[in-house]
Structures are given as C-alpha cells and as structure tokens.
C-alpha cells in the first residue's frame, strides 16, 4: 500500500560549532569523540557534522567553553488520517544520512490515542530493528520457509529473546518446504499464529500495488484471525 | 611531511590500497629520512578515514600519496591544507616517490564538492 501523506515535522540532530577566538587547539575535543566527528590540529579544526551523534561529550571536556551546538535536519516525519489521532506515521531519513535513530524516536513518539500500535520493524536484528522492537508488548515475526530466511529468523528470535518480548510467527508463503521451521517454532516454544499460502495471484496483485485484504476474502478472514490472536498474545 | 600508506616497513613497502583502514604509513620528511608509524584507525568501527586524517594533521603531513581515499577523509584532508596525490601506476614506495618528484602525478583538487561530506 501506498499511503499519501506529507511528512511535515523535520527531525534534527546536533553537530559542535568551535568558536576559533576561544579554542586554543588543544585537541581535547577530537581525542574525545569517539565518532572522529572532530579534527583538531594546531593549524585548524574540521568539523564532520555527518559523524556527530550528539553525545554532547566535546562540550563538556572542552578547556575554554569554546564548543556549543547548530541544529540540522536529517529527516522528516509525517502522518496521515484523523488530526490528533492520526493512523498512519511514518518517518523518512534524508538521502546521504546514515542514521536513522532519532527518526525512529520521532516516529515512536507520533502521540496517538488509539489502543493498539502496529511498528513495521526493518527486517533483520539492525539497530533500527533493535530499537523499533525494544518495548513492544508483543512481536509477530513474518518469514518465509526457505534456509536462508530461517537463518535470519533465528537471529531475530534471540534479539526479541534479550528484549524480553514476546513473539509469535506469521509464514508467508507457505507451502512445502515448512518441516524445518515448524520443528525449529516447537523447539523454542513459537506459536504458529497464522499462514499465508504462496500464491502466484497474491503476488501479482501485490506488485501491482493491491491489498489482498481487499480482493481476496480468504485473506481478509486469515488476518482478522491474526489480528485476534495477536490482541489476546499483546494483552496477555 | 609526506605520508604514503605501506603494506610493510621494508626498504621499498609496496603500497596499500586502503587509506583509514591501512595500518602503516611511512613518513618521508623533507629531507627524505623516512619513518614508519601505526595507523590506530583500523580498529575503529567508524570514521577510520578521519581518525587517520587527524594522525597523519598531528605529524604535520601536508601531502598524501595514496590510491582511494574515502570522501569523509577528502573532506577532511582540504582544510587542513593537506594536499592528496593519486599515486597513478605505482606499486611500491620508491617508484610512487620517484613520480611524485619528477611531478608526475596529478593533485586531486575541488575536494570539497557538494556530497563529498555527505558519504556515510
Ligand atoms: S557531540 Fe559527541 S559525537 Fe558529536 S562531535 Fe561532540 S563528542 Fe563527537
Ligand atoms: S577542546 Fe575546546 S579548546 Fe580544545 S581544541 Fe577542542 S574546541 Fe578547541
């Protein structure tokens, strides 16, 4: 799906400003930073604005008060449905940016009054996947039967293990091949909530931009079911 | 100071590739006695380029010879005032030294073009 929305809130982070008829390159604030956002050297200083994390640490060891902070916007989040009570948030990292933790912050922190929240996570045990996970009252983990996503699952299931959240399994494309991934959901305790039979249909109305929710009532019945155990799972 | 990243410290190094991830640089000083000193950036996760930068800034090198170096170090190279040659066909210390000299080799300039900052 392809939601119309205009991401309107700029996210910003921070980057240090040396002020030169302060600073006395003494080079405390480049041996500090442990992101090399800093070069300090007798002759001149170089900020890397793109490497600051804006840990706030060079202001702080900086001798002669010489260090304070410029803002610049590194993305933007949006959403889209009721004012106040939006139903869809997202947020996009501007291109040539690398990271996208405080996008992640904004987007979590979209106010909503509604009782449930749905976060698409990235794929993968990423940061950003650690950090859209971290706190969630319950996670659906979606996979596929081949080796290769099993591998990557198992991944994930440790990190939601360390997070201490609760997890269930959603198999998309389902169809021969499951054994595996069955026997390794039974060993670690993973209820199977629903599956998704591969389809060549639901693959093309997927591409072509369709919901199967829409066109196909067996899907429609298949995730309402989902939506139901998840609920009972989250609340528990 | 000249600093050119070396995969050895033998009597010609051959060259490295890598320029924050090479872990010796040799050190010629205008009079050409040559000193070897450790690259501490690659164990560095990020920024091995700028860690580099400022090591080689803190031995007062004011010209590079290397082959690839990552646009965040570029970025950091040109206000310093380090000026970065590509070292073209060399493959050891003494043959890059020697093109270098003779003013074969062509200093990469406008450094600071849009994007060059940019790069993660
Ligand atoms: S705020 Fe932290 S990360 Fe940013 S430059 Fe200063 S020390 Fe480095
Ligand atoms: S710590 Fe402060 S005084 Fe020292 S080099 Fe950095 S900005 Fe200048």
Excluded at chain 1, 79 to 86: I, Q, T
Excluded at chain 1, 154 to 172: S, Y
Excluded at chain 2, 68 to 74: R, T, V, W
Aim: hydrophobic letters at 40%.
């Amino acid at each position: 799906m392809a939601p119309s929305l205009t991401r309107e809130t700029p996210v910003y982070t921070a980057f240090p400003v040396i002020n030169e008829d302060l600073c006395t390159h003494c080079g405390k604030c480049a041996r500090f930073c442990a992101f090399n956002a800093l070069i300090s050297t007798k002759r001149a200083n170089v900020v890397m604005a793109e490497l600051c994390h804006d840990c706030g640490g060079c202001a702080l060891v900086c001798p002669s008060g010489a260090i304070s902070y410029g803002r610049r916007e590194i993305g933007r989040t949006g959403v889209s449905g009721v004012p106040g009570d939006p139903d869809f948030g997202d947020g996009i990292l501007h291109t040539g940016e690398f990271s996208a933790e405080k996008i992640i912050e904004a987007v979590l922190e979209i106010p909503s009054d509604r009782p449930h929240r749905i976060i698409d996570a990235p794929p993968g045990c990423s940061c950003s996947a650690v950090q859209a996970a971290e706190g969630a009252d319950f996670a659906l983990i979606v996979t596929e039967p081949t080796p290769f996503a099993l591998s990557d699952m198992k991944m994930v299931v440790e990190m939601l293990g360390n997070l201490k959240v609760p997890a269930g399994v959603f198999l998309n494309k389902a169809g021969e091949n499951e054994g595996e991934l069955l026997a390794y959901c039974e060993s670690e305790n993973l209820p199977l909530l629903e599956k998704l039979p591969l389809s060549r249909t639901y693959g093309k109305t997927i591409v072509e931009g369709g919901l199967l929710l829409r066109e196909y009532p067996e899907a429609e019945s298949l995730f309402r079911h989902l939506w139901q155990l998840i609920k009972g799972m989250g609340d528990k | 100071m000249i600093g050119v990243p070396v995969k050895d410290r033998g009597e010609d190094p051959l060259l490295e590739e890598r320029f924050g991830r090479a872990e010796i640089f040799c050190l010629i000083a205008d009079d050409g006695t040559r000193a070897f000193v450790d690259n501490q950036a690659p164990d560095s996760t990020s920024g091995a380029g700028v860690q580099t930068v400022q090591m080689l800034a803190d031995r007062d090198v004011d010209t590079v010879l290397a082959p690839e170096i990552g646009p965040k170090a570029i970025a950091a190279l040109e206000p310093l005032g380090i000026r970065v040659f590509p070292i073209g066909q060399a493959r050891t210390l003494s043959e890059v030294l020697a093109l270098f000299r003779e003013n074969r080799l062509e200093e990469r300039k406008g450094l600071s073009a849009p994007g060059g900052l940019r790069r993660a």
